[in-house]
């Protein structure tokens, strides 16, 4: 009986160490950037099911969030990340999955978005055929560089302004940190750091799903 015991109390140990490295493997390729297939994708928590939130959203992009840009240094060198495009694509995807419809429109900028929420405004009609209408926008990006590392920080905010004039605004906060390996770059963390924010903006919404459909 004793080598079976010893045999069942082996076979244990090695079932928790393989458990504990595949958790521990998954945590290290969520937060790192080094990894060339690292590819985030949208959470679609219909697999959870949760089906997506029964609400139309027109998704205004103003020009300044299309365009923006986050200028850092690496090494002595100017690096421009373009990261307004990216947020819209990435934001197209993600509210793609949790709401049930989304249509996308470029404005000149965010005050026209705002002015196009007014029922005095030419465009309100077709807004308000809509349930929320939402803006986002960059709050913060910053970048950092030492001891062998490249840190960024991205915070996004959007607004959804519903019909009857009320408002939910859910912010989404991401950050990253990569080592100066050949495989990383800054347009990696840059682009890491943005998917964060964005999931991070979908866990928000979640959390306020009774919100939208009151």
Same mark, same amino acid.
């Given at each position: 009986?004793?080598?079976?015991k010893i045999?069942v109390v082996?076979?244990?140990?090695f079932?928790?160490?393989?458990?504990?490295?595949?958790?521990?493997?998954?945590?290290?390729?969520?937060?790192?950037? =080094?990894?060339p297939e690292n590819?985030?994708t949208?959470?679609?928590? *219909?697999q959870? %099911?949760?089906?997506p939130?029964?609400?139309k #959203?027109?998704l205004?992009?103003?020009?300044e969030?299309?365009r923006f840009e986050?200028v850092?240094?690496y090494e002595?060198?100017s690096?421009r990340?373009?990261l307004?495009?990216?947020a819209e694509l990435e934001?197209r995807?993600?509210?793609?999955?949790?709401?049930?419809k989304?249509e996308?429109?470029?404005v000149?900028?965010?005050t026209?978005?705002?002015e196009m929420?007014?029922p005095?405004d030419?465009?309100n009609t077709?807004?308000r055929?809509y =349930?929320y209408?939402a803006?986002p926008?960059?709050?913060?990006?910053? *970048?950092?560089? %030492?001891n062998?590392k490249?840190?960024?920080? #991205?915070?996004?905010?959007v607004?959804?302004?519903a019909?009857?004039?009320?408002?939910?605004?859910v912010?989404?906060h991401?950050?990253?940190?990569i080592?100066?390996?050949?495989?990383?770059?800054?347009?990696?963390?840059?682009n890491l750091t943005l998917?964060?924010?964005?999931?991070a903006l979908?866990?928000?919404i979640?959390?306020?799903?009774?919100?939208?459909?009151?």
């Open positions: 009986m004793k080598p079976i045999v082996f076979f244990l140990f079932t928790l160490g393989c458990a504990s490295m595949t958790d521990s493997d998954q945590r290290i390729s969520r937060k790192s950037a =080094d990894s590819v985030l949208p959470v679609d928590y *219909s959870f %099911g949760r089906p939130i029964p609400v #959203i027109l205004l992009i103003p020009s969030f299309e986050h850092s240094n002595g060198s690096l990340h373009r307004g495009r990216d934001m995807d993600a509210f793609g999955i949790e709401f049930a989304v996308v429109w470029p000149r900028s965010e026209r978005a705002t929420l007014s005095r030419s465009e077709h807004v055929a =349930d209408v803006i926008k960059f709050l913060r990006v910053d *970048s950092t560089e %030492g062998e490249y840190g960024f920080e #991205i915070d996004l905010q607004e959804f302004n019909k009857n004039g009320s408002s939910i605004t912010k989404g991401g950050e990253s940190m080592g100066k390996y050949a495989q990383s770059t800054p347009e990696k963390g840059a998917q964060y924010a964005i999931s979908l866990d928000g979640e959390k306020r799903r009774n919100l939208f459909v009151r």
